[in-house]
């Protein structure tokens, strides 16, 4: 994961952590004697897209420097149910205080990346590209993020500072389409790509007229969409098409043969069920 900042890992692994555990585990206190050895595994209740390994390390990490995970796959391996994914020696308590959240983190981006991967697999062939849009789940955008590249997908941006992103509420305060393109280039020169939501003819004509770099196709229909790309690919012929929203795994390859560039998938990251995983925690 060395794409992102490990502090910024650190720093949301103890966030987790101190959400969890309040002041601290009172059920494995009041129970397990301290200094009890144990050793514990991550084994997949299905198949799955591993993803989240070094984060739940990082979670007993940060309980005790010396814990560490022996991993037995690596992120982005796809694995099949039963497989031991990773074990660990330490601690007894130091293993069920962090079996919770350590769990949380390889369920949901396991889960990120097997889905990015089944959208992945359905567009093969086709020009489009699948991403993740910005509606990621509060303090888990850079995971999620990561996940998605494991599935095969890509990221588009991190945040708001990233690129100029004109949507439709963008547009009506602006006072249409070409205001809003012709304002962002007087500010921001060609320094920014810039993406514009438009839904209609006269839109696409106006924001390529203007300079536009992405034209964004949001929740249309695809006879729509069919008619809207090739005039957009006639006017300029350099343009970025992307399209979103309400876009199913049955539904992708159509809107991939529709001839976009980009598919960006809410889905990735705001709607996945968690993957099966289980910690085994056993007496050493």
Avoid at 235 to 250: K, Q
Avoid at 263 to 284: D, K
Wanted: hydrophobic content about 45%.
């Amino acid at each position: 994961m060395n794409w992102f900042d490990e502090g910024a890992l650190y720093s949301q692994i103890a966030a987790f952590l101190r959400e969890d555990l309040g002041r601290g585990d009172i059920t494995t206190q009041s129970i397990i004697a301290r200094n009890t050895r144990a050793r514990g595994r991550f084994v997949a209740g299905e198949k799955m897209i591993v993803a989240g390994l070094e984060a739940a390390e990082e979670v007993f990490l940060t309980l005790d420097s010396q814990q560490q995970l022996e991993a037995f796959v690596g992120d982005g391996e796809e694995i099949e149910a039963g497989k031991v994914i990773a074990r660990t020696i330490g601690f007894a308590d130091v293993l069920l205080a962090g079996e919770r959240v350590a769990l949380n983190l390889l369920q949901r981006l396991s889960a990120v990346a097997s889905l990015t991967n089944r959208f992945v697999s359905a567009v093969e062939g086709t020009r489009a590209v699948i991403v993740d849009s910005p509606q990621t789940t509060p303090g888990m955008r850079m995971l999620e993020k990561y996940a998605v590249q494991l599935g095969g997908g890509s990221s588009q941006s991190f945040g708001l500072d990233d690129g100029v992103m004109i949507t439709a509420n963008h547009i009506d305060l602006a006072g249409g389409v070409g205001p809003a393109v012709r304002k962002a280039k007087d500010i921001l020169g060609r320094l920014k790509k810039i993406a514009v939501e438009v839904s209609d003819e006269s839109e696409v004509r106006d924001a390529l007229k203007h300079g536009a770099d992405v034209l964004m196709f949001v929740r249309l229909t695809l006879p729509t969409l069919n008619r809207l790309v090739p005039l957009a690919r006639e006017l300029s012929p350099a343009v970025i098409v992307e399209c979103s929203g309400n876009v199913t795994l049955e539904s992708v390859r159509a809107y991939a043969e529709a001839g976009v560039d980009i598919i960006s998938i809410e889905s990735l990251t705001n709607s996945t069920r968690a993957m099966s995983v289980s910690f085994q925690v056993q007496p050493f």
